[in-house]
């Protein structure tokens, strides 16, 4: 069965500094992605970046980046030079790709960012 | 390109009346999922389709939920008799691959 998991609730950071998110999850398969998505004040969930499970090299975009671990099935997000606007609740994900099957979600951490 | 688009975007109920939410995916997204979202949790599966058919729904309260997506692009979930536990959001998703997008959800507050 999947299941994914955020141990750190929540995260305070100052302004400009980099904030680092953990995330393990579980899985029976071989190929599967791995999301991070962000929860703003509003309640709108937005796709942040993604890790194809067969890739070795980490992904980026923008400001994010990952850090994938396969052996310890643990993917971590890294958000560099944070910005107030990064205040918000941020989820790991998971999706399996046999059948394309429905995202999993873990708990959420929620980041504040203090200037 | 036009997002994945709910309504209503809030609801307040009594216990016991129904309620339908209504969902709009991106043009041409053949994946269409639910997901109820507690306060202060991740978003967990309902059900989801491919197309018209049901792809999975065993997280759906079947007694009281029900979706359908009849002709393949909208859909609708509707609960029959609401009770309180299921005062959550409830999240519109829509996908044509491997990425999943997310509408801005509804609100349900069950009194």
């Known amino acids: 069965a999947q299941k994914v998991t955020q141990t750190q609730t929540s995260i305070s950071v100052m302004e400009k500094t980099t904030v680092t998110m953990d995330c393990v999850y579980e899985?029976?398969?071989?190929?599967?992605?791995l999301f991070w998505y962000k929860q703003t004040a509003s309640g709108e969930i937005v796709f942040l970046i993604r890790?194809?499970?067969?890739?070795?090299e980490n992904a980026t975009e923008g400001h994010y980046s990952l850090n994938f671990q396969k052996p310890k099935s643990s993917i971590g997000l890294i958000i560099t030079a944070t910005q107030i606007e990064d205040s918000a609740v941020y989820f790991c994900?998971?999706?399996?790709?046999?059948?394309?099957?429905?995202?999993?979600f873990g708990t959420g951490t929620t980041v504040s960012v203090s200037p | 390109e036009a997002g994945v688009t709910q309504s209503p975007r809030y609801a307040v109920l009594q216990e016991g009346q129904a309620v339908s939410f209504w969902c709009d995916p991106i043009?041409?997204?053949?994946?269409l999922y639910w997901y109820q979202q507690p306060r202060d949790q991740g978003p967990q599966l309902l059900v989801y389709f491919r197309d018209e058919a049901v792809i999975d729904n065993s997280q759906l309260p079947s007694d009281r939920f029900s979706a359908v997506r009849p002709k393949g692009t909208n859909s609708t979930l509707k609960i029959q008799s609401a009770k309180q536990g299921d005062t959550a959001t409830y999240l519109c998703?829509?996908?044509?691959?491997?990425?999943?997008?997310f509408g801005k959800g509804t609100r349900l507050t069950v009194v």
């Open positions: 899985t029976r398969d071989s190929s599967y992605f």
């Open positions: 998703a829509s996908s044509s691959g491997t990425e999943v997008f």
């Open positions: 994900a998971m999706r399996e790709y046999q059948g394309g099957r429905a995202l999993i």
């Open positions: 890790q194809d499970s067969y890739k070795k």
């Open positions: 043009s041409g997204h053949d994946t």
